[in-house]
């Protein structure tokens, strides 16, 4: 539920408030807004009464959340949420562009790439360290070697990294090294997951499982959030259809959609969400012309010879081009690049 102080209601009103939540249990989320003070109230819902709280001095009124997602939803928190990585504003009015290849796979790979991408005007490098994949006989990726140079490009090139923690038991090593957290799709519901990167401190991506629903995914972000954690992004990736022409089908809906319910930011996955490299410039256009806060697109050096993803990741110049092109359209969405 949500208690509405009235407009200049008194601090000790609000402190008795807070007080009362947690003496009875419960977690207390404020948002001191300029006019008024609003309380969200977090916990077991079965024993959540409203009447106490609408008998204390200084509140005016107490709603039910009616979603279940509550940290998540617009209900609690009707402003956009900006996320501040060095520099870089996610969830503002300029879109943010993450680009760099599938999988870090050398020290001349990742810097020529990084150095790449960041002409090209990306401001997030991604690249995998630790991969998720299919078959346990390809390519797991470099661990903590790519870490290290994934960090290594990232002081080169002064730009945040985006890096997949793949479990519970990597997450010490890689939140050392990340400044953003990627939760892949194969883990979206690894609830023990979520709860480590909620309490990891630094701000995660959580990528769309493949066969989840958005209101899935909408409860997969409470998790991360009631664990501490408020610097959520929300990243479409594609899901599984009937249709096989492509790798996943990108659901074009959820951006718009996911803009209506949460204050979260979203950034689309062009990369997976295709499987093909030459599908990527115009899926990248669709998703920011759909209100995608953002973009994450694997960039490659040398596609063919990628050790993962080698069909989907753009040449440079291909993803120069498309910036170009994203340049372009962004005023056209009352959007900056
Ligand atoms: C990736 O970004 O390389 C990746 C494995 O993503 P997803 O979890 O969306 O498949
Ligand atoms: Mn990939």
């Known amino acids: 539920m949500i208690i509405i102080m009235r407009m200049g209601a008194a601090k000790e009103d609000i402190a008795n408030v807070l007080n009362k939540i947690e003496t009875d249990g419960f977690k207390a989320h404020p948002i001191y807004g300029v006019e008024r003070t609003v ?13 106490p709280f609408e008998r204390m001095p200084g509140v005016e009124r107490v709603e039910r959340v009616l979603r279940p997602w509550k940290l998540a939803g617009r209900e609690f928190h009707p402003d956009d949420t900006v996320i501040r990585l060095n520099g870089v504003s996610v969830g503002g009015e300029s ?6 290849p599938c999988s870090v796979e050398s020290r001349d790979q990742i810097m020529d790439i990084a150095h790449a ?62 400044d953003v957290l990627q939760i892949g799709t194969r883990n979206m519901q690894n609830f023990a997951l979520l709860t ?24 997969a972000a409470e998790y991360i959030l ?23 089908t990108l659901d074009i809906n959820a951006v718009p959609l996911l803009k209506q319910l949460t204050h979260l930011p979203v950034i689309v996955d062009p990369s997976q969400a295709t499987g093909k490299w030459d599908l990527v410039a115009p899926v990248s256009k669709a998703a920011l012309a759909a209100g995608a806060d953002g973009l994450i697109i694997e960039v490659h050096n040398n596609p063919s010879e990628a050790l993962s993803d080698a069909a989907q990741q753009l040449k440079p110049e291909s993803f120069g081009a498309l910036m170009d092109d994203l340049r372009l359209l962004a005023p056209a969405v009352h959007r900056t690049l």
């Open 39 to 51: 309380i969200g109230v977090i916990g077991d819902d079965r024993e959540k009464r409203p009447e």
């Open 95 to 100: 879109v943010v562009v993450m680009a760099g």
């Open 117 to 178: 991408v960041k002409e090209a005007g990306a401001t997030v490098l991604r690249g995998g360290a630790f991969k998720p994949r299919t078959s346990p006989y390809s390519f797991q990726g470099l661990g903590e070697y790519g870490l290290k140079l994934l960090r290594e490009a990232s002081e080169a090139t002064h730009m945040p990294v985006v890096t997949e923690v793949v479990s519970t038991r990597d997450m010490p090593l890689v939140r050392e090294y990340a």
């Open 196 to 219: 480590a990167a909620g309490e990891a401190h630094k701000p995660v991506l959580l990528k769309r499982g493949m066969s989840n629903t958005i209101e899935e995914m909408l409860m």
């Open 226 to 248: 009631a664990a501490g954690n408020p610097r959520v992004m929300l990243c479409e990736r594609g899901i599984r259809t009937f249709e096989t022409a492509t790798r996943f």
